[in-house]
Every structure is written in C-alpha cells, then in structure tokens.
C-alpha cells in the first residue's frame, strides 16, 4: 500500500504565501517524477509544477516565478512554495508520484485565495 499524505492548504489573501507538502509512503521505490496539480471548480485538472528525481523542474506558464517546486528525495516527499497567489489560483491540489509500473495520486488539499 502506497499513501500520499498532503498537508499546508488553508485560505489566504491575495498576494499572500502557502507551501503545500506530499509525503509517499509504504512500498514506493525509485520515484521518477513527482508533481502537483490542480482543479479549479467547472475546470479540467491541470499541471501546475513537476520535479525530476534530478532536480529538473517543469512549470505551468501562469505560475512561472511565482511557484517553486522542490523535493527529498531521502523522506519521498515533495513541496510547494507558492508565493504572491492570486484568486486564479484558487483550486483542489492534488500530489502526484509516478515511476516505473505506478503512478499515484493524493487526495488533494484546498487552496482558496481571496481577492
């Protein structure tokens, strides 16, 4: 059994700073990729940032320079750092794991920005 346990969403102003967390446990070997996305009510879920066993990142374009991604690899967890949010970004975060023969998500935290 695999659990993804995510914490740090809330409710936060405009302009305003949240870091959300996912840690992987049970039998989970050699994450390749692990990520976060979102869904906005009425929206398709969509990429928001992923990270590489190597480091390397990926981002959506609307949270360029505003977000970063960053993860441990020893403690199979990974986080969020999102800063200056705006009401867009309002949304289900869901973590997301994937390597060689799974793929597993979370089942999401809320992030609600208020204008």
């Known amino acids: 059994q695999v659990q993804l346990v995510e914490s740090g969403g809330g409710l936060v102003q405009a302009g305003g700073s949240l870091r959300l967390s996912c840690a992987a446990s049970?039998?989970?070997?050699?994450?390749?990729?692990m990520g976060w996305y979102r869904q906005a009510p009425g929206k398709q879920r969509e990429l928001v940032a992923a990270i590489t066993s190597g480091g390397s990142t990926n981002y959506a374009d609307s949270v360029k320079g505003r977000f970063t991604i960053s993860r441990d690899n020893a403690k199979n967890t990974v986080y969020l750092q999102m800063n200056s949010l705006k009401p867009e970004d309002t949304g289900v975060y869901f973590c997301?794991?994937?390597?060689?023969?799974?793929?597993?998500w979370g089942q999401g935290t809320q992030v609600t920005v208020s204008s």
């Open positions: 049970g039998s989970i070997f050699s994450i390749n990729v």
């Open positions: 997301n794991v994937w390597g060689t023969g799974y793929n597993y």
